[in-house]
């Protein structure tokens, strides 16, 4: 029987100097070199800036009533995309701390611009609650602070457990971030021609000299940070997950949510890193790193956790039934049936359906089938939060109280302006710094070096 050989983590004819080379030329291009496709990009998602700040504007200007919130529907697009964004962040820190605890070397390609997702994605989602209080001038009230008033928050609350969690996940992933990119920075550093570059880049490298002292320092926090990231990885999305699980709200009080919370995170993480990863590995010419080993690992890590958010939504059918509440069998039949409906069966056709095709392998090793079928279904977990929070909302316990919810056009420039920024900060990040770590790529050369054929020996008598 013949057995097929793996797929390579890195293209053979690789040197550390080729890997050097490759990974620090687009942060070391001089500006008037800027390549055309990386400005028209930028321009795109500058735009989209722009109608953010709009919005939030117009929304510091005149309130929430700009948004189509009302009763019961009082969570809607913010809460809805603060999820989101929340899920799609988790995909960085556990490619970043799960895999490097667990020894996977393909992970090496794909940790570094994978873990600046992470930080723009939480960037973005830590907004939203924000924006969403009305009086977002006094956000620091959700933090325990000495105050002369005696006003502390309330504990108790999932959503001040919120505020802790997503902040001490940014922090240490930020932290995480950082320590990575020393080595690189001081790689940066030496190899950049201009004073100005050189400068900047030496003042974050922190004195980096490549020395065995620095590097088993390195190593241990870099290790330390991997190991306090990992529990995050759960938590965080698990007290989002609380946050619905612990309110009287039908269709929200169950269980499960806080482990099929954390599957979709993965699940919506996994799809942006390959949203993100496939356009960089073609405009950069990053084909030999980011092989079509990884885009195979990282679609079959999407189809097991895929598995997982399809058993939570046959979850969601048939506790209802077993249970008996007739409150939450309505909501159940409403998601089918009721006005919403056609978001419902969509998510569903997306996020089961689609997800699927991924047992196929052509369709795992194929970028740009493997990239539309990720945009698709991070649409698809968008969509399962709308459903999750609004249609829940909307036909609460008392029919009096029914209303619907449509966004209004400030909702929509809201969040297509936070699409915009987290792009731009994602443009900005590939322009200025390197976007596959130099230094484990160098490792991973040199561990897999082919080893060099010995010369056959001159038979005897020639």
Excluded: C
Excluded at 99 to 112: A, C, G, V
Excluded at 312 to 338: A, K
Excluded at 361 to 389: C, D, Q, Y
């Amino acid at each position: 029987m013949q057995i097929e050989n793996p797929l390579p983590i890195v293209s053979p004819g690789n040197t550390r100097a080729s890997v050097t080379e490759a990974i620090t030329q687009p942060p070391l291009t001089p500006a008037r070199q800027t390549p055309r496709f990386w400005a028209i990009g930028f321009g795109v998602a500058f735009i989209g800036v722009m109608i953010f700040l709009l919005a939030v504007t117009e929304l510091f200007y005149r309130g929430v009533g700009i948004w189509g919130i009302n009763i019961p529907v009082a969570w809607a697009f913010a809460i809805v995309n603060f999820v989101w964004w929340i899920g799609i962040g988790h995909a960085g820190t556990l490619i970043s701390a799960i895999l490097l605890l667990l020894r996977q070397e393909w992970r090496t390609s794909i940790n570094r611009f994978a873990e600046a997702m992470t930080l723009f994605a939480v960037a973005q989602a830590g907004m939203f609650p924000i924006l969403h209080l009305g009086r977002p001038w006094l956000f620091y009230w959700l933090l325990p602070y000495p105050n002369t008033q005696w006003l502390w928050p309330q504990f108790r609350s999932p959503l001040i457990w919120d505020a802790f969690a997503v902040l001490t996940y940014f922090t240490v992933s930020v932290l995480f971030w950082y320590v990575g990119l020393v080595p690189d920075l001081a790689t940066l550093r030496d190899r950049a021609t201009s004073k100005f570059a050189k400068i900047t880049y030496g003042i974050f490298a922190l004195g980096w000299r490549n020395s065995t002292r620095q590097w088993l320092h390195y190593t241990r926090t870099y290790w330390l940070l991997a190991a306090l990231a990992t529990p995050l990885v759960i938590s965080v999305h698990s007290i989002i997950g609380m946050d619905f699980a612990y309110a009287q709200v039908p269709g929200w009080h169950s269980t499960i949510f806080p482990p099929y919370f954390v599957a979709g995170a993965i699940f919506s993480g996994f799809a942006m890193v390959i949203t993100l990863g496939v356009p960089l590995r073609k405009f950069y010419h990053f084909e030999g790193f980011i092989t079509e080993r990884h885009l195979d690992n990282m679609a079959k890590v999407m189809l097991a956790v895929g598995l997982i958010v399809g058993y939570g939504y046959i979850m969601e059918i048939v506790t209802p039934l077993y249970g008996g509440d007739p409150t939450e069998i309505h909501t159940m039949l409403d998601r089918f049936t009721g006005a919403y409906s056609p978001f419902y069966i969509a998510l569903l056709s997306i996020n089961i359906g689609l997800t699927q095709t991924l047992w196929i392998k052509r369709v795992r090793r194929s970028p740009w089938v493997l990239w539309v079928v990720a945009i698709i279904i991070n649409v698809g977990m968008w969509l399962e939060r709308f459903t999750i929070i609004v249609q829940s909302l909307h036909v609460d316990f008392l029919p009096s109280s029914w209303h619907m919810y449509w966004p209004t056009i400030w909702d929509i420039f809201t969040f297509v302006g936070t699409i915009g920024l987290f792009f731009a900060l994602f443009y900005g990040f590939v322009r200025l710094l390197p976007a596959i770590s130099v230094f484990e790529m160098r490792e991973l050369v040199t561990h897999h070096k082919e080893p060099e054929k010995p010369q056959e020996l001159p038979a005897q008598g020639d």
